[in-house]
């Protein structure tokens, strides 16, 4: 993997070495010489690390921010073989589009299959797959569901590379070979590519182009260990064979979320997973509104099996103690309580950045007063967003009981889905009136929600609503 400096990322010089600004939001990395240097490289031209030390500091730039991910194409002549894995029941038009597309797979067909695990389909599903060249595997029984049906594919392939493919997804020409190079750092066993919306005629079409879960932008981003909660779809996901197996692979009585436990686990056993922009399929999303619900319902109820099989893998939130006050203050001033609790927030934030601006200079950072008090504010900003976004998603049905119980509180209720969804339609940019996107996104996250505590209620465990909670953010600065 190549390193390039992000946009709006400044190099200052410092003593010993280099300030690196990353202007929005305002985050500040001191690094010495020798770094320092290797920045410099990275902001003329992509960079290969020359070490893993290297490796290892650029990736943790990479991590924060301050460097972008390169992806190296490659070596044509050392392609790995690749056994492309589908399940399906009953999606014989589905089905064909897809193979259709496997064919214009720019990949050497003799290092290629496919297999199609047929899980009780009562259509054409394996007559279409057999016509298009596809080798046809049961999953031994119907109904089973997708995590089953691939662990039989798996157990009938022979390629070194798992590449796991729904069969309402269409493939691009280069979705292989785009991702099947990062499988030379023998530290990789999972890669997961872009996934994109198909049809755009419909405003749940358009709606999901811009806010599925299945889709995790443009961005690298890179997982080994720890107990964060990302995870690698398994519509566009290619996995190292040996790495698969050595999990276990899916866990074949999960119908949702099988893809994120299967991701953490491999990351338990101490492999990396990597999403790279690149690789894309298009996938074919719900375009009918009750669909849509239903499988939001049907996600939010993994997280309770998701919670009891990964106890350390529990929701985090940072919660800056001056500038979570100043929203209490704030929420309380829009309850009713007067102006007081107004300007008590506004002190706090004004003593927040004076701290901030007073640790800056001792460490002669050359930051302006300005710039840190307008940082605090966006983090003040981002830190509403966070909190409100969580509570839109998970205390939905809370809200609207106590909306109906106290008009004032139902009133700051809208306020924060309102706040939540501007933000969300600001930054996605979907092809939709913003009411349009709200209404949407309530009906999306109270689905959820209601899934969340289903599953919850199911299992006799609420663990899915104690966060673990943090006194600072990761980017300290705002």
Known sequence: MRYALAPRVKVRPAPEGACL????????????????????????????????????????????????????????????????????????GELAR?????????????????????????????????EHGARVVGSGGSGLGPAAARNRGVAAAWGEILAFLDSDCTASA???????????????????????????????????????????????????????????????????????????????????????????????????????????????????????????????????????????????????????????LLAAAALGAGRVPAAGAAALVGADALRVRVRLARRQVPVGWARVLRARLRALGSLAYYLGAHGVRYYGLPAVLAGVLWPAAGALGLAVLAGVGWVEHRTRRPALPYPVFLALYAAESLAYGLGVLWGCMRRGSFSSYRPVLHRHLKMPLG
């Open 98 to 130: 897809c193979l259709e597309s496997l064919g214009r797979v720019r990949y050497p067909r003799d290092r290629l299959e496919v297999i199609v695990v047929d899980d009780g389909s009562r259509d054409e599903t394996p007559r279409v797959a057999r």
């Open 21 to 92: 600004v990353l202007e929005r939001p305002l985050r500040v990395v001191r690094v010495n010489r020798a770094l320092a240097a290797l920045v410099d490289r990275c902001s003329r031209e992509p960079v290969t690390p020359a070490d893993p030390g290297q490796e290892q500091a650029l990736a943790a730039l990479a991590r924060g921010g301050i460097l972008e991910r390169v992806p190296e194409a490659g070596d044509p002549e050392a392609l790995p073989s690749v056994s492309v894995v589908i399940p399906v029941r009953d999606r014989a």
């Open 174 to 328: 280069g979705w292989l070979a785009d991702l099947v190079g990062r499988f030379a750092d023998p530290a990789v066993a999972a890669v997961g590519g872009r996934v994109e919306g198909m049809h755009v005629a419909s405003r749940l079409d358009r709606y999901e182009a811009a806010m599925s879960s299945l889709s995790l932008g443009t961005r690298c981003r890179s997982a080994q260990g720890g107990d964060d909660t990302f995870y690698l779809p398994s519509c566009n996901l290619l996995v190292r064979r040996s790495a698969f197996l050595e999990v276990g692979g899916f866990r074949d009585g999960m119908h949702v979320g099988e893809d994120v436990d299967l991701t953490w686990r491999l990351r338990d056993r101490g492999w990396r997973v990597e999403y790279t922009p690149t690789g894309w399929v298009w996938h074919e999303h719900r375009s009918r509104l009750r669909a849509f619900l239903r499988r939001r319902f049907e996600y939010g109820t993994s997280e309770a099996a998701l919670q009891a099989l990964h106890p350390r893998r529990r929701k985090r939130m940072a919660l800056p103690p001056a500038l979570t006050a100043a929203l209490v």
